[in-house]
DNA sequence: ATGGTGGCCCGGCCA
């Protein structure tokens, strides 16, 4: 079972690069994110033609989620899952072919002294007991998505950028391993000890060619699917070509026991 | 260089 994420950055105008890559990567299941779409505008027809059933989750021209499967899509659940936390479209949640999947795309933060960044933390704290109260980490699960959080300084292309910076602080980092602490395995780092290895680039300055990237975009996988993934890739080649994302796509392949 | 690029959608926000 091939489970990839992609945070899209507009659904609208990459649609035409998402169905290039569905057709050559072929994912059984296709976590999205920052689709910047209402519900009733998603193309549910284009991945339709190709195979596969959706479900998304927007407002409109901020954040939006969503999950594309082949393999069966059960069990949508939106949000947070309580009322007074469940703005900002950002968390999407689905049955597919024996996994629960998770769609996530975590607030940036902004800055460390703007307001937005203790929500950030409110909001993956929030995340875990989501998984507390709907989940159980002896079950097939992956949460996928655009974290937001570089988890170590490996991840980033120098550290010494990002002194004071959102993405690398050690509230975030602490906020990503509580979330893992709940029985998550960061799947593409586990095959893979070598720095540098991104899937974030600044659209500015050509960071994509200077190698100035982090690796925030992540599939945890409760150890069920993490000891049966046998194949892992960010896809730079999804990042070069006519109006690319600023994210690569992710993906992993694994199995169901 | 206090910018840069790109997406929303047309003035300014957001990443």
Not at 75 to 83: E, F, I, R, W
Not at 84 to 111: F, H, K, M, Q
Request: hydrophobic content about 40%; aromatic content about 8%.
């Amino acid at each position: 079972m091939r489970i990839a994420t992609w945070n899209v950055n507009s659904l609208a105008a990459r649609l035409g690069r998402v169905e290039e890559w569905i057709g050559y990567a072929r994912p059984d299941v296709l976590c999205l994110q920052e689709t910047k779409q209402t519900d009733a505008a998603f193309p549910h027809g284009a991945f339709a033609a190709l195979g596969y059933e959706t479900a998304h989750h927007g407002d409109g021209r901020w954040n939006g989620v969503a999950i594309v499967s082949r393999v069966g899509l059960e069990g949508v659940a939106t949000g947070l899952g309580s009322s007074d936390d469940d703005e900002g479209t950002r968390l999407i949640a689905a049955d597919c072919g024996g996994v629960r999947v998770l769609s996530a795309y975590v607030p940036n933060g902004r800055a460390l002294d703007d307001d937005h960044y203790p929500a950030k933390l409110a909001w993956l704290a929030r995340l875990r007991q989501v998984l507390d109260e709907t989940s159980a980490p002896d079950q097939p699960l992956a949460v996928c998505g655009d974290f937001n959080v570089a988890p170590e300084d490996r991840d980033v292309w120098d550290p010494s950028e990002f002194v004071g910076m959102t993405h690398v602080s050690q509230p975030e980092r602490d906020a990503l391993a509580a979330l893992a602490s709940w029985g998550l395995v960061d799947t593409f780092r586990s095959r893979y000890p070598d720095d540098k290895l991104f899937s974030w680039w600044d659209y500015r300055g050509g960071s994509f060619h200077r190698h100035r990237g982090m690796r925030i975009d992540l599939i945890l996988c409760t150890e069920v699917l993490a000891r049966n993934t046998t194949f892992a890739l960010i896809d730079r080649q999804a990042r070069k070509g006519e109006k690319p994302s600023d994210h690569a796509p992710v993906f992993i392949d694994t199995s169901v026991d």
